[in-house]
């Protein structure tokens, strides 16, 4: 199964909350593998870092595919849908039609975390309605979109469940419990989650556990 975080809208979060999602399906048994499409290949050098730094056995894989070069893809795409894992893909923000195409179309779960901002918001917006007309041009391509709001301030909450319920036919998905603004969440680990990131994303992980797994 190919499940991929993805925004057009930059620093939203989708290489946090994937490697958090790797840790948090890792540790309770479920397959899981990550591949890093991001040019800038964050999450790749993370693991890269972690290997140096911890005399530990990592409990998922971390890969890297450049998506600039599509030739190839679709035999990589079928190679990992052969596995038992669930494959996580870690997307760039602000990508191009093509890329957004191939990538996109062989996702059968595409979550998107977004900020409660205004720009976050309105870029999410259009990026909900680009996925919405993907959905209606390809139906036989079927894929469910969650809506991951990330990085919430406290004092947002109210507004945000009020926010909800007003514009609920702007994002054309289902919608996860919010993520609050947490420091935690600022250091990266493809090893383990500390306690304080568990306490933060589990409500939210635990939905998509629900909702991706079945469980």
């Known amino acids: 199964m190919i499940i991929t975080f993805s925004n057009r809208k930059s620093r939203v979060g989708k290489s946090s909350l994937c490697l958090a999602l790797a840790n948090y399906w890792s540790s309770r ?13 964050s999450l790749y050098n993370t693991r890269k870092d972690d290997l140096k730094l911890y005399d530990l056995l990592p409990k998922y894989d971390v890969l890297k595919y450049e998506m600039e070069k599509l030739d190839g893809f679709g035999d990589f795409i079928k190679g990992l849908k052969k596995e038992s894992s669930y494959i996580l893909f870690d997307s760039p923000s602000g990508i191009n039609g093509d890329i957004f195409m191939h990538l996109i179309k062989i996702s059968d779960y595409v979550l998107v975390p977004f900020q409660y901002e205004t720009y976050s918001i309105d870029i999410t917006g259009r990026y909900s309605r680009a996925l919405k007309i993907l959905e209606d041009t390809f139906p036989e391509q079927h894929r469910t ?8 301030y406290p ?5 945000l469940a ?3 319920s007003k514009y609920s036919d702007c994002f054309c998905g289902l919608k996860a419990p919010l993520i609050t ?6 250091e990266r680990n493809s090893f383990f989650m500390a306690p304080d990131v568990l306490d933060c994303v589990s409500p939210c992980f635990e939905y998509l556990t629900q909702v991706i797994l079945n469980e």
Do not use: T
């Open 145 to 152: 979109v969650v809506y991951i709001p990330n990085m919430i």
């Open 155 to 159: 004092k947002d909450i109210d507004c």
């Open 162 to 164: 009020n926010y909800w």
């Open 181 to 186: 603004l947490q420091e935690c969440m600022r």
């Open 29 to 41: 048994g479920i397959p899981v593998k990550v591949v890093d499409v991001d040019p800038q290949e």
